[in-house]
């Protein structure tokens, strides 16, 4: 599935992305279950295009928003997003308990907070968010990565596949 939307908020500038994975070159066995079962494995893309300043819970609730909309009009969409962990946060909190944590765990902790709060405040149920740590090692000097699947509870099992293909292709 192919979509995207932007929100512009006084100097901040953000583009969202869904954009289809290619299953081609997933394991035969998750290809065939992916494709007998027509379910669209989707990226979601989270992008600040400009601005420096905080996001706001508005900006975070109309992402998710966004994204509810899709999903609830996809019933066999299964949407994977990996955590940046790379690019700063502008003018995180220096003063906070999460000052030394790394920006890709920080942003799984608020992606996870968003859409469970997103969950309750929308009743709805038979929708999972699935986050995955990878612990990596580089030179000896260990970090993480962080990945989330957000998916209907009848396909928890497809999800569980491509959870385990992650971790076998990263080597743990």
């Given at each position: 599935?192919?979509?995207?939307?932007?929100?512009?908020?006084?100097?901040?500038?953000?583009?969202?992305?869904?954009?289809?994975?290619?299953?081609?070159?997933?394991?035969?066995?998750?290809?065939?279950?992916?494709?007998?079962?027509?379910?669209?494995?989707?990226?979601?893309?989270?992008?600040?295009?400009?601005?420096?300043?905080?996001?706001?819970?508005?900006?975070?609730?109309?992402?998710?928003?966004?994204?509810?909309?899709?999903?609830?009009?996809?019933?066999?969409?299964?949407?994977?997003?990996?955590?940046?962990?790379?690019?700063?946060?502008?003018?995180?909190?220096?003063?906070?308990?999460?000052?030394?944590?790394?920006?890709?765990?920080?942003?799984?902790?608020?992606?996870?907070?968003?859409?469970?709060?997103?969950?309750?405040?929308?009743?709805?149920?038979?929708?999972?968010?699935?986050?995955?740590?990878?612990?990596?090692?580089?030179?000896?000097?260990?970090?993480?990565?962080?990945?989330?699947?957000?998916?209907?509870?009848?396909?928890?099992?497809?999800?569980?596949?491509?959870?385990e293909?992650?971790?076998g292709?990263?080597?743990?």
């Amino acid at each position: 599935m192919e979509a995207s939307y932007s929100i512009v908020q006084k100097d901040n500038e953000y583009r969202i992305l869904l954009t289809s994975v290619s299953i081609e070159v997933l394991p035969e066995r998750i290809y065939n279950v992916l494709t007998s079962r027509k379910i669209d494995v989707s990226e979601l893309i989270i992008e600040r295009i400009s601005g420096e300043s905080t996001t706001t819970q508005d900006v975070l609730h109309d992402i998710t928003g966004w994204v509810a909309e899709l999903f609830a009009s996809n019933p066999n969409l299964i949407i994977y997003y990996s955590c940046d962990d790379m690019t700063p946060i502008p003018s995180r909190n220096k003063n906070s308990e999460n000052k030394n944590m790394p920006v890709n765990e920080y942003r799984s902790r608020l992606f996870t907070h968003i859409f469970d709060s997103y969950m309750a405040s929308h009743q709805v149920s038979g929708v999972i968010n699935t986050p995955i740590q990878l612990d990596n090692y580089d030179n000896g000097i260990g970090y993480s990565l962080f990945f989330h699947f957000i998916a209907r509870e009848i396909h928890n099992d497809i999800v569980e596949m491509l959870k385990e293909d992650i971790k076998g292709v990263s080597g743990k």
